[in-house]
Nanobody, 118 residues
Framework: QVQLVESGGGLVQAGGSLRLSCAASGSIFSFEIMGWYRQAPGKQRELVAQITTGRGSTNYADSVKGRFTISRDNAKNTVYLQMNSLKPEDTAVYYC???????????WGQGTQVTVSS
């Protein structure tokens, strides 16, 4: 059973930083791609950033480009989201997801709350 466990959320003032972590229960190379999504109250879940586990190619939502960085640590089976220059509109529950290579199943973590105060 694949498990993704997020951590690192919290309350921060505008302009501050947070680093989210997503720890996978097995090797991240079992996944083709991993990503971070977020969902604010009353809004649809949206993509924030993605990274391929092999090449490490990345993709970002326009709203976070230049402020957020996604990265991976293969040895720790963990994907990170470094969030800088946070804005109140970044407030949301942030979810990690992963697309499994063999089955093409998509797995989600339980989410972690990020709140940015103005």
């Amino acid at each position: 059973q694949v498990q993704l466990v997020e951590s690192g959320g919290g309350l921060v003032q505008a302009g501050g930083s947070l680093r989210l972590s997503c720890a996978a229960s097995g090797s991240i190379f079992s996944f083709e791609i991993m990503g971070w999504y977020r969902q604010a109250p009353g809004k649809q879940r949206e993509l924030v950033a993605q990274i391929t586990t092999g090449r490490g190619s990345t993709n970002y939502a326009d709203s976070v480009k230049g402020r957020f960085t996604i990265s991976r640590d293969n040895a720790k089976n963990t994907v990170y989201l470094q969030m800088n220059s946070l804005k109140p509109e970044d407030t949301a529950v942030y979810y990690c997801n992963a697309l499994e290579r063999s089955s093409l199943n998509l797995y989600w973590g339980q989410g972690t709350q990020v709140t940015v105060s103005s």
